[in-house]
């Protein structure tokens, strides 16, 4: 479902419903009252309230983040789960992203480096992709760009080709 087509919050009520009737167990189905109603009210939000990402300190360190990954080879920006992502060729290397209210920088690091960098309180292992070598720096305060160059330029190392890492050289 495409959500900013005008959609209303009853009909997207009603295709939940049936989806969830599609899978669930057939005693749970049974306990189902009917199609809730959803007040169609609608708050006044910003944009920055919809899309945290839309902050004036988030797009300045999104700025500074594509100038860094703009030097690499063969990288382009793109959305990840709603997030802003940049990629080597394929492969995501970088993310942009707010995590419990925290402005977060991920990056792949490897599971080898994630102990050693969580011994302090400014970086964390994400849930999802941590287990494979990814790790969040807190970006939300001061940020030392000369580390954030180093990790970004670390985990595209990782994910990129053969002939990426030619041009780099």
Known sequence: MKLNTGLGWDSIALRVGEAYEKVAPSEL??????????????????A?????????????????LAEICAELPETSVARQFGNPVFKAGKKSFVCI???????CLQVWVGIDQQGFLTMGDRYTIPPYVGHNGWIDLGIEEEINWQEVRELVLNSY?????????????
């Open 29 to 46: 189905t049974r306990a189902i009252a009917g199609t809730i109603t959803i007040p169609t009210e609608v708050a006044d939000l910003s």
């Open 48 to 64: 920055e309230e919809i899309d945290p990402l839309m902050q004036p300190r988030a797009q300045k360190v999104l700025k500074q």
């Open 97 to 103: 992203h707010r995590y419990d209210q925290r402005l």
């Open 157 to 169: 190392r990782h994910f990129a080709l053969k002939r990426m890492l030619k041009q780099l050289a």
